[in-house]
């Protein structure tokens, strides 16, 4: 079996964050998903648990950051600087925060920073291995 990760995020309103998700392109799987949580599934290896704060305190007693904070930045691959584009659309229209940190084209590499509902960061980036700048 190959490795998957599950990245677990505390969110204030689960319905808000699974719809945000969902516009993002992230898929429902109902077998890991009830009125505490929500598994949302990003590929065959990448899963986004969004936890209540209620349920996130059954695993850890550890302070939730507030929404204003950055605790950790997830970079996401997309297929095309287009697509980059669109998630950073979608964010803005499902109660995320577009373009948090100013874009970065190095042209062989684009990428857009977005925040969801909660404040969690995502880097959504495209890149271009064949342009890739040589090594050294």
């Known amino acids: ?29 109902p077998h890991f998903t009830d009125e ?15 936890l209540t704060h209620a349920k996130w305190r059954t695993f850890t007693n550890r302070p939730i950051p507030p929404t204003t904070s950055s605790e950790v930045m997830l970079a996401l691959s997309c297929d095309s600087r287009e697509a980059v584009d669109a998630m950073n659309e979608a964010a803005a229209t499902k109660g995320g925060t577009a373009d948090i940190n100013p874009p970065q084209d190095l042209g062989f590499m684009y990428n857009r920073n977005l925040a969801d509902p909660d404040g969690h960061v995502w880097e959504m980036m495209w890149m271009d291995p064949a342009a890739l700048p040589p090594n050294g």
């Open 36 to 50: 505490t949580a929500a598994c949302m599934v990003c590929s065959e290896a990448i899963n986004v648990m969004l």
């Open 1 to 29: 079996m190959s490795r998957m990760i599950f990245v677990n995020l505390p969110v204030a309103d689960l319905t808000a964050s699974m719809a945000f998700y969902e516009a993002l392109g992230f898929e429902n799987n």
